[in-house]
């Protein structure tokens, strides 16, 4: 079975993990949104554990669900702009992903 480079990087195997999280177009997106949200974060490189993140102690559960909800939206949004990069010839723009929640 071949391996599918990753259409965004084209440098590692195209997998969840590494789409979403250790790619360095999602590490942009994911520095875009800390800094928008305005916190700073530990970037995890497993995707379960990136999203356990989004959970901060001293928030109530409605703004940590309204975080998880980012999040959810930021991972839907980089899918969709790699749909378009890949069926569409798009150019490659973390940008899309942030303004499109703030």
Same mark, same amino acid.
């Given at each position: 079975?071949? !391996?599918?480079?990753? %259409?965004?990087?084209?440098?590692?195997?195209?997998l969840?993990?590494?789409?979403?999280?250790?790619?360095?177009? %999602?590490?942009?997106?994911?520095?875009?949104?800390?800094?928008? +949200?305005?916190?700073?974060?530990?970037?995890?490189?497993?995707? %379960?554990?990136?999203?356990e993140s989004? $959970?901060? +102690?001293?928030? !109530?559960?409605?703004?940590?669900l309204?975080?998880?909800?980012?999040?959810?939206?930021?991972?839907?949004?980089?899918?969709?702009?790699?749909?378009?990069?890949?069926?569409n010839?798009?150019?490659?723009?973390?940008?899309?992903?942030?303004?499109s $929640?703030?």
């Open positions: 079975m071949n !391996s599918i480079v990753c %259409a965004l990087c084209e440098s590692e195997e195209e969840c993990q590494h789409l979403f999280v250790r790619c360095k177009h %999602a590490w942009r997106v994911w520095t875009l949104c800390f800094k928008w +949200i305005g916190i700073l974060f530990v970037q995890h490189n497993d995707i %379960a554990t990136h999203f989004f $959970y901060l +102690i001293i928030n !109530s559960r409605k703004q940590n309204v975080l998880k909800g980012v999040w959810t939206a930021i991972v839907q949004c980089m899918w969709e702009h790699r749909n378009s990069v890949v069926f010839d798009w150019m490659l723009n973390p940008w899309p992903c942030i303004n $929640y703030k």
